[in-house]
């Protein structure tokens, strides 16, 4: 009897066309996570969890046992499917098709891949078609609820994927309603709106696709404070202008209207490769991989290897190029550097750049690798895009690179075969062999010209002396074209004597013969130009700007630039976009042979002294525009912000060399130099690195405050975080050392640091320590702010721990200090506390007031964090004073700015705020829908109160318990 099973709706199972009694909601749980994983493995341990999250009883393990024998007896009767016992755990041994999620999955993979759009629109159409509800409907744990969110995006991503193909087929008369509804539904999605407009005008509504422009223009300004994103901006354009091409939705060609998947659709993507020649069967090869086989999906991961040189990137690029329409949400592209001796790319910062070009803020980049590769797959669900790694150097490089969803392709190439890949990825390898000799005969006449055609059979001993491989041909050719007094048959015997005397040293690796030829190209350099580009095999970063390249070589810009074109036109050195140039790895390796071999040590440290020296110079005058200590400095900040976002990865690269190869104290500067712009909003990878660096450089120096410093600047990255372990450890071993050293002023910001880690912790008792500490470091030296700030957080302790008449004391004197500084945004939230605690109407009003406009102040001033903590404090006012909707309003807002941010423990809070005021409402799915967020991000950031305001919220038995284990009265939103 066949088996059919449901997880997009409520949890069920037929037999024989018979529903299944599957018991109570505990023991459906069980089931929906084996499903989730039909054919796969489940341990007990991850059962437990997913079933019950932190409120597993003692005898979970039992319980369990006891639930997997029901369910066995209750698909007994189904042919082929069973729950066995297997050494990785429990399975669910079923055709993963007879499970609804998988089935949904199968269809809109084939939506996306199959023409013409009438076949797709089936497939997505009986995809939509098998959702019941919300899934796992009626069961409630913390993973499930993380993971309803995830299929549910999964969905609405299939539903825009459907949209497109219904305008495509002109059928946007019957989509209108249903778009009308999303977008409602989802006011912020560009695509969504694009399409709503697209819809609009063609049924003749022109002024309401003008206006629903002119909403999602404010609602972005007022939610994000961004513009609409370029393809809905061309989309509006082409509407008030009437393009014709709008009017017609014919099957083919479909309208190519712009349409981002999302806010950002990244094109990284290099450059397309100019006169490629031949690799017509590698072509076709990889444009089977976007084909399925008969039932079998596409493939997600392809393998391009051979030599080096042969061509395996610029066969890779081509590709991309030709295939990008197919990726319409977007190409990622990293050269990972595997067989980079010196700085080959960590998988972790490969990732960060990956999350950063997806829309991820960079303070919201998690730490840890396996936490960047899991919020990259999450990033990555329901995606169509394209991923090109390239130059890979081993398996455990690519793995966590991998998306988890079947929509994206995986583009790598490697010198490696990579077993590894196609054993365990299911990857298809294409393997790349030399040119054909008469394609790369072709290669050298569209490079060289007619001289090949005049000289055939020279021509043909040229490629054979490149060892037929592009990138020994290319540099070849430029050489031929350069010389034009010398004939082809002078060239290749010049070649020759160069490779016979690398060959004796190097018989039998292929590479000596592209050695060869760059010796060849390398040998008519200038003296001055081979000097360059020996030195710049020395520089740790992937491009560099011909400033840089000036203080490397010790030249002026203008003779750097002179040169640099010299390199250029012997295909030595790539030029790219805004003064920047690049090498090919292989090149890279050979030039710092080179520079090993002719140029002493002194001459090379001196050499990266300057390049550094100009990086710290530059990154100081960047700095002194961004945040100046005084008054304003002169310069323009965009242009400041422009060179350290593009130096950015060599700044990261700078620090982490230097402290690694002797450059110590140039590090440290260059670290803290930069910490605050990276703090505010880079990337938190390149903090991290950079910190890190910062922290080894000082070890090494001995210099006790630097290390100081470095380890306070880094505990606060990881209490942005929520690693708030990790943040306490490494603020203790800064506080150690201020203390040793004497630094008073330091380490009463250290001491409130730490009470902050042990505030989040719930560890009320040692934050109140740490606070008291602090005020009385501040009072010695009479650091009146201080003090204000230490007796706010002693009075919110108290708060907390219900003792209102001490926090009310604390607060007053802390107000009045700020009176008499001046301090109008600290004075505003003072006022705020005690109007929440006094809750009287004239009170509320006045903190509202004061709020309000310290509000208007941090906007003005860009502060996105001062912002998003106004709005919640402002929202707890609101809220006291029963004004709901307003204050659900600005914890919206607020969430939206925390997320962008990363800001976890403070978005823990304000999703319990945000619970706590619908449920007020009388919205009780949407509290809980808060609740349930919270309880989550709660539980992985270690935040124990905000876990017990969650399950509050949720209405379980235990938060009265979990309240009394923190010595906390109740749930009081401080």
């Keep these: 009897m066949t088996a059919e099973f449901g997880v997009l709706g409520a949890v069920e199972a037929k037999v024989a066309g018979k529903a299944v009694d599957l018991g109570h909601a505990r023991q459906s749980s069980v089931l929906a996570v084996l499903l ?85 629109a089936e497939h997505s159409t009986r995809a939509l078609a098998l959702w019941r509800g919300d899934p796992f409907a009626g069961l409630e744990t913390p993973w499930l609820s993380a993971m309803r969110q995830s299929l549910l995006d999964e969905r609405f991503a299939a539903e825009l994927d459907h949209n497109d193909t219904l305008l495509r087929l002109g059928r946007h008369s019957e989509l209108l309603p249903a778009l009308s509804a999303a977008v409602a539904g989802h006011p912020l999605d560009e695509r969504l709106a694009e399409q709503l407009m697209l819809a609009l005008y063609r049924c003749g509504r022109q002024a309401d696709a003008d206006e629903q422009y002119r909403r999602i223009r404010r609602s972005l300004a007022d939610e994000l ?47 397309d490769v100019r006169a490629f020649t031949g690799r017509t069967g590698e072509l076709a090869a990889l444009d089977r991989s976007l084909a399925p086989d008969g039932d079998e999906p596409p493939l997600t991961v392809v393998l391009l290897s051979g030599t080096a040189g042969v061509g395996k990137s610029a066969l890779a690029i081509r590709w991309a190029h030709r295939v990008r329409d197919a990726f319409p949400d977007g190409q990622l592209y990293v050269n990972l550097r595997g067989y980079d001796s010196e700085q080959p790319v960590a998988v972790g910062d490969a990732l ?70 196609v054993a365990i990825h299911g990857a298809e390898r294409v393997n790349l062999d030399l040119l054909p000799l008469g394609d790369a005969v072709a290669l050298l006449g569209r490079l060289i010209g007619g001289r090949v055609a005049r000289e055939p059979a020279v021509a043909a001993d040229l490629a054979a002396a490149c060892a037929r491989l592009p990138l020994a041909l290319r540099i070849a050719a430029e050489l031929a074209a350069a010389r034009t007094d010398v004939t082809l048959a002078e060239l290749v015997e010049e070649l020759g004597d160069h490779r016979l005397r690398l060959d004796l040293l190097d018989a039998g690796d292929p590479r000596a013969e592209v050695r060869a030829v760059f010796s060849w190209s390398y040998q008519n350099l200038p003296a001055d130009a081979a000097r ?52 090919h790895d292989l090149l890279r390796a050979y030039a710092a042979e080179l520079a090993a071999e002719h140029d002493p040590e002194p001459a090379r440290r001196a050499a990266l002294t300057r390049l550094f020296e100009h990086y710290l110079a530059g990154s100081v005058a960047a700095m002194n525009i961004l945040y100046p200590d005084r008054e304003p400095a002169a310069g323009d900040p965009e242009a400041a912000r422009n060179w350290i976002e593009a130096e950015r990865p060599n700044l990261a690269a700078t620090c982490t060399y230097g402290a690694a190869h002797g450059w110590h104290r140039l590090a440290v500067e260059l670290a803290g130099t930069l910490f605050r712009y990276l703090d505010a909003g ?144 600290s004075e505003a939230y003072v006022i705020s506390l005690l109007a929440r605690l006094s809750q009287k109407p004239a009170d509320l009003a006045a903190a509202a007031d004061h709020l309000e406009h310290s509000l208007a102040a941090v906007r003005q001033a860009g502060d996105r964090t001062a912002e998003a903590y106004v709005l919640t404090d402002l929202a707890a006012v609101y809220a006291r004073d029963h004004r709901l909707a307003e204050a659900a309003d600005l ?42 967020q919270a309880l989550i991000l709660a539980g992985e950031i270690g935040d124990r109160y905000e876990q017990a305001r969650a399950h509050d919220g949720l209405g379980a038995d235990h938060a009265r318990r979990l309240f009394a284990d923190l010595a906390v009265p109740a749930a009081a939103g401080w």
């Design 36 to 120: 989730v994983e039909a054919g796969r493995p489940v341990t007990v341990d991850q059962l437990v969890d997913r079933v019950w999250g932190e409120d597993a009883p003692q005898r979970a393990t039992a319980a369990l046992y006891s639930y997997l024998s029901r369910l066995r007896r209750a698909v007994a009767g189904a042919t082929e499917v069973g729950i066995e016992r297997r050494p990785g755990g429990y399975v669910l041994t079923a055709d993963p098709l007879s499970v609804d999620l998988h089935r949904f999955r199968k269809l809109v993979t084939q939506a996306r891949s199959t023409e013409p759009d009438r076949a797709a």
């Design 225 to 271: 404070g961004s513009d609409p994103g370029a393809g809905l901006r061309r989309l509006h354009e082409r509407i008030l202008a009437a393009d014709p091409a709008l009017d017609v939705a014919v099957p083919s060609p479909p309208v190519t209207v712009p349409v981002p998947a999302r806010a950002n659709v990244p094109a990284q993507l290099p450059a």
């Design 352 to 421: 960060a750049g990956f999350l950063s070009a997806l829309g991820v803020s960079g303070s919201a980049i998690p730490p840890g690798v396996e936490e960047r590769a899991g919020r990259y797959r999450s990033e990555l669900t329901g995606r169509r895009m394209l991923v090109l790694l390239d130059n890979a150097s081993s398996v455990e490089q690519v793995r966590p690179l991998l998306p988890g969803t079947g929509s994206c392709l995986v583009l790598i190439t490697s010198r490696d075969s990579l077993p590894g890949m």
């Design 532 to 583: 360059m580009f020996r030195l710049l095999g020395l520089h740790p970063g992937d491009s560099v700007h011909v400033d840089a390249v000036a203080a490397l070589t010790g030249s002026g810009a203008g003779e750097a630039r002179r040169l640099l074109g010299v390199l250029v036109r012997a295909s030595l050195v790539q030029a790219g976009r805004g003064g920047r140039y690049g090498m």
């Design 682 to 825: 880079g990337p938190v990878a390149e903090a991290a690195t950079v910190t890190a660096a910062a922290v080894a450089a000082a070890v090494a120096l001995g210099d006790r405050p630097a290390q100081a410093r470095a380890l306070s600047d880094l505990g606060r990255l990881h209490r942005r975080q929520g690693r708030l372990d990790e943040a306490a450890r490494t603020y203790r071993q800064a506080l150690d050392l201020y203390a040793d050293l004497g630094e008073r002023a330091a380490e009463a910001v250290a001491l409130r640091n730490l009470g902050s880690v042990h505030w989040r912790l719930g560890d009320y008792r040692r934050a109140a320590e740490h606070y008291r500490r602090a005020e009385e470091h501040y009072r010695q030296l009479g650091d009146d702010s201080g003090q204000a700030d230490a007796s706010v957080r002693l009075g919110l302790v108290d708060a907390r721990l219900g003792d209102e008449a001490q926090a009310a004391a604390r607060l007053r004197s802390a107000l009045e200090l700020y009176t008499g500084l001046g301090d109008r945004f």
């Design 891 to 932: 914890l919206r807002r607020a969430l939206v700015l925390l997320r962008r941010i990363g800001d976890r423990a403070s978005e823990a809070e304000a999703l319990n705020d945000l619970g706590e005021v619908l449920g007020a409402a009388g919205d009780g799915a949407g509290a809980r829908a808060q609740h349930e």
